[in-house]
């Protein structure tokens, strides 16, 4: 049985429900008495490596609970991605503050660190049981039904669009919504979810899991744009054409990269902007408007999913529990059940690490440009109660005097 001291850190990009995930490791990992202290490392593994620690045993827990509620990463957050160098590091001074348990909040890149961490304690014969918690609002972690973080910002996203459909629907034209996903679409696809009569946008979907043709993505406006007037579409940061190229890179003439080297295609606003050009020439479209949601999606303030919530938490208080009462280290992961209910299994981190789970066939329409009302059935339940609904007049006509 692991016991001494244990060590809680977040990694990624923050979400509206992650800090529900580290209180409840710390309030959980309180009731062992076998735990001494609950260090927290602030902005991930780079103060793990930087012995940037803080106390977390002397947090009261009504403060813990308010900031449960509270978006973000309350620890503070890195996007280094560590090497087999820089893991060695971490382990140097998890062992000499005498930690025995490791917790990692994050999402492909942060499983992948606990796994390498998890190895230099096995090779050096050291007691440090390591523990990844699944978060990600990109919903691209391998062997979960979904991961905390992800409901709240599809909440957002589905709501986001509704109002951007009445929005649209008000002033006719065509509206072009960005959101996250460089690899998987889920969050893209959850802007279906805000759809309530046939008619109602976004009428059209484009994922990263599917090739983009600009010459297609052109036809498939112009029949909605005719068919109804107007058109709203909800496009993937991640879409690229056959040979894997970003839409992004192949529209800018100036393309900027991440500290990871990836092409940036979030927060620029660029492939909206791009998007809304070839549309406006090659349609001869006046009104047409572009948004990239960006940060806005991840942590949002008071569109929060009470079942991501509930779930964030639990996914904290089982890598605790698995920890003391297991004999391995691990991955926690969501398994669903029943209509709609969950369990929590511990997978073994090299199922998980480094890999990208996308948007299952099933859940994409054969057009390629919409969902199916699986992956609606499938979303559903996890955006909580209270989601707001939109209602239309019901006109009644009355007769031209003068026509």
């Not at 062992?32 to 045993?57: P, S």
């Not at 390498?116 to 990109?138: F, N, Q, W």
């Not at 972690?141 to 008000?170: K, M």
């Not at 949002?300 to 280290?329: P, Y």
Request: proline share 3%; with cysteine; charged share 25%.
């Amino acid at each position: 049985m692991a016991s001494g001291r244990i060590l809680v850190a977040q990694g990624g990009g923050p979400t509206a429900v992650i800090n529900q995930t580290l209180a409840g490791v710390v309030l959980e990992a309180r009731r062992f008495r076998q735990i001494e202290r609950v260090y927290g490392a602030r902005h991930g593994v780079r103060g793990i490596i930087n012995e940037d620690l803080v106390d977390l045993t002397q947090e009261t827990s009504r403060n813990l609970e308010l900031v449960a509620q509270t978006p973000s990463s309350a620890l503070g957050s890195t996007r280094d991605k560590p090497d087999d160098k820089y893991c060695a590091e971490i382990f140097k001074v998890l062992r000499a503050h005498q930690i025995e348990q490791f917790f990692y909040i994050g999402g492909n890149d942060s499983s992948d660190t606990v796994r390498i961490v998890s190895a230099e304690a096995h090779k050096a014969g050291y007691p440090l049981r390591c523990m990844h918690i699944p978060k990600t609002i990109d919903n691209d972690l391998v062997g979960n039904d979904h991961t905390p973080g992800f409901a709240s910002a599809a909440r957002f996203v589905a709501q986001a669009f509704a109002g951007a459909n009445l929005d649209n629907a008000s002033l006719p034209g065509v509206y072009v919504g960005v959101v996250m996903g460089r690899h998987a679409g889920f969050l893209t696809a959850a802007a279906a979810l805000g759809k309530q009569l046939p008619d109602d946008g976004p009428h059209l979907i484009y994922l990263p899991e599917r090739d983009f043709s600009m010459d297609s993505f052109l036809a498939d406006v112009k029949d909605i744009y005719q068919r109804y007037g107007r058109c709203v579409i909800a496009v993937s940061e991640g879409i690229h054409d056959a040979s894997g190229a970003p839409i992004a890179t192949l529209l800018s003439k100036e393309v900027e990269r991440d500290a990871h080297g990836n092409v940036q295609l979030s927060g620029t606003g660029a492939l909206a902007d791009l998007l809304c050009e070839e549309i406006k020439a090659k349609l001869g479209i006046k009104r047409v408007r572009g948004d990239t949601f960006g940060y806005l999606q991840r942590s949002f303030l008071g569109c929060v999913s009470d079942v991501d919530q509930r779930e964030a938490r639990e996914v904290g208080e089982k890598a605790v529990q698995f920890a003391m009462w297991g004999a391995a280290d691990g991955s926690v992961a969501i398994k669903r059940t029943g209509s709609y209910a969950v369990n929590y299994a511990l997978l073994a981190l090299d199922e998980v690490a480094g890999k990208t789970r996308v948007m299952e066939d099933h859940f994409i329409a054969a057009s390629g440009n919409d969902v199916t009302e699986a992956f609606c059935t499938y979303l559903r339940p996890l955006l909580g109660s209270g989601m707001p609904d939109a209602f239309r007049l019901r006109f009644a006509p009355v007769a031209k005097v003068l026509a």
